[in-house]
């Protein structure tokens, strides 16, 4: 009897389904859109009326794309945002809608909460301090400007857990790396911080249970969702992981010295790592590498790829008409145009900073940034710049990871940019490192699959899973030629930050 999995990534802009094979082969896919609101300057939501349709339609529409039957797709495990902040009461319902992970609101709490805890104590308990991506300045600010809802909400919870219980899991269950995302996990015990739960007034009453088993099965689709949804009422709900792990296991990072680069919404850069050491800067986040009982250390953008998306739909109507004409993504037609300029866009620099500065430059109030453009530049030389731009962020993480003692030798490119031929070339030349693709660039659909898979024993383990399924197609070489042009440009992309920083970005 055949068996198949689904992986579901409900992501910050859309959610995507892909039914796999337990070789990893995609069978079926399907992408849906959906909105953040936008309530104030620095304010990121979502609701669940937005979120929740598009999950059951798309993972409809990849059922059927996929032509299997519905009784022989085995399990489904979610890829999630974290930290999405979910306020649930007593009846399961959301209090308020969801704060998002690039919400800036906690900003002003971040520097109260490391002072109050103790910077060095709140990083070698977490493995991470508050910043702009952590949930705990978030709900220190929701504590302080909204009781009356502080008071209603009967669980504190992320993304994950909420979907799980929407979609029929009796209980609220979380998984290492979505806990270990909020700041909120002491990371080496792997259970939550009371200290830090204390300190923001959460009791542990009212947070989901922290489980270490990966791919926990949470219970059966049953009857009504499995005619909404085109699976079998007998299919599996697993407790799949945080976007960023899911990638990471699709990308194959399971031993240490494995490197995944995500870069999607979010941008991350994972290296496994055998023990849990700590940065001396306190710069990079140390998690669980769930399910497989080790760790990674990392530093991120807020930003990354939809800083590209951002540029997209500001300054592209005319290549996303021409898209829709042509059947050509018009990401593919802005990447044509980038080729057409030179390395460093002809002097133009911009800073991806559209949520934030985050990762190895931690500042809540840097914003994006064109700089150096003259009568001469072209609309090339500003689509190269936001290409570079966002790769030099990558760059300053990578520096960040050398300073601690973490290399990455090759580097697994997941997420949107490994679609792109002409910025996977470009990260490799940034990097001078090779740049590896995978036969899916989708691996949080991947990895949440995989999840599912080893949770329900389809894989022996994570390791297994990873050695199965995942399968590396490409491999761009670094041309040494290119070096020095990128290196000229990538100073001028840390002199116009530093030029900012603490003045404009104050």
Not at 96 to 121: C, H, M, T
Not at 208 to 235: C, F, H, Q, W, Y
């Amino acid at each position: 009897m055949a068996e198949y999995l689904v992986g579901i990534d409900a992501g910050t802009t859309g959610c995507k389904t892909i039914v796999f094979d337990l070789e990893g082969t995609v069978l079926g896919q399907d992408y849906r859109e959906y909105p953040c609101v936008y309530p104030g300057p620095g304010l990121v939501e979502q609701r669940d009326e937005d979120i929740i349709p598009p999950l059951v339609d798309s993972c409809r529409a990849a059922v059927t794309a996929s032509g299997v039957e519905a009784e022989d797709i085995k399990a489904v495990a979610f890829s999630t945002q974290a930290p999405l902040l979910a306020m649930v009461d007593d009846e399961g319902r959301l209090v308020r809608p969801f704060v998002g992970w690039q919400d800036l609101r906690g900003a002003p709490y971040i520097l109260k909460l490391r002072e109050s805890y103790g910077a060095q104590r709140y990083y070698e308990e977490t493995g991470d301090l508050p910043g702009t991506n952590s949930a705990a300045p978030k709900w220190a600010w929701l504590r302080d400007h909204e009781p009356e809802n502080w008071k209603r909400t009967r669980w504190f919870l992320s993304e994950q857990e909420f979907l799980l219980h929407e979609w029929g899991a009796p209980e609220y269950w979380t998984d290492l790396s979505t806990a270990s995302r909020e700041g909120m996990l002491d990371v080496d015990a792997r259970q939550w911080s009371e200290g830090v739960h204390d300190l923001i007034g959460i009791p542990l009453s009212k947070r989901a249970t922290v489980v270490s088993e990966p791919g926990k099965v949470a219970g059966e689709i049953g009857p009504d969702l499995a005619k909404r949804t085109g699976l079998s009422p007998r299919t599996l709900l697993c407790l799949g992981a945080h976007d960023q792990n899911c990638s990471s296991l699709g990308g194959g990072a399971v031993h240490g010295g494995d490197c995944v680069m995500v870069m999607g919404t979010f941008g991350s850069c994972y290296v496994v790592m055998d023990r849990p050491m700590r940065d001396p800067r306190r710069t990079l986040v140390v998690k669980p590498n769930h399910g497989m009982g080790n760790w990674t250390i990392e530093a991120f953008s807020n930003t990354s790829a939809s800083s590209f998306r951002w540029y997209r739909d500001t300054f592209c109507d005319l290549e996303c008409a021409a898209g829709r004409v042509s059947g050509v993504d018009p990401y593919d037609l802005i990447t044509r145009q980038a080729s057409h300029s030179s390395i460093g866009a002809n002097g133009v620099t911009f800073l991806p900073f559209l949520g934030g500065a985050s990762g190895a430059r931690q500042n809540p109030s840097a914003r994006g940034n064109l700089n150096g453009m003259t009568l001469g530049t072209t609309k090339a030389d500003v689509a190269r710049a936001v290409l570079e731009g966002v790769s030099f962020e990558m760059r300053d993480i990578l520096h960040a990871q050398a300073a601690a003692g973490i290399d990455a030798s090759v580097i697994r490119l997941v997420g949107g940019a490994a679609k792109s031929p002409m910025w996977s070339q470009m990260l490799a030349n940034v990097f001078q490192v090779p740049i590896e693709i995978l036969r899916t660039s989708e691996a949080g659909c991947l990895g949440a699959a995989m999840y599912a898979g080893v949770g329900i024993g389809l894989y022996g383990s994570c390791e297994e899973a990873a050695a199965r399924a995942v399968k590396v197609v490409h491999r761009y070489e670094p041309d040494p030629e290119t070096e020095t042009s990128y290196d000229e440009a990538f100073h001028r992309f840390v002199d116009l930050y530093g030029a900012l920083d603490g003045r404009v970005f104050a």
